[in-house]
């Protein structure tokens, strides 16, 4: 998804953010993730994930529909 950005000149910072939260063990570090990111994430994620795949239908549905 990041490499995506970059290829296509998206500033990253835009689409995809480190955060930082506070645990009971210290800190985390979790991201900030655009819909525009969410989405290439679910595109070039794995299809054996169930979540991921049916993200992947509805995106190319939305597409051909």
């Not at 979790?30 to 994620?45: E, F, P, R, T």
């Amino acid at each position: 998804a990041m490499q995506a950005c970059v290829v296509l000149k998206l500033p990253l910072e835009s689409q995809f953010k480190a955060i930082y939260k506070p645990t009971s063990s210290g800190v985390v570090c979790d991201w900030k993730v655009s819909k525009l990111g969410k989405a290439l994430i679910c595109l070039n994620g794995k299809t054996n994930n169930p979540k991921v795949a049916e993200m992947q239908i509805e995106l190319i549905n939305r597409m051909i529909g």
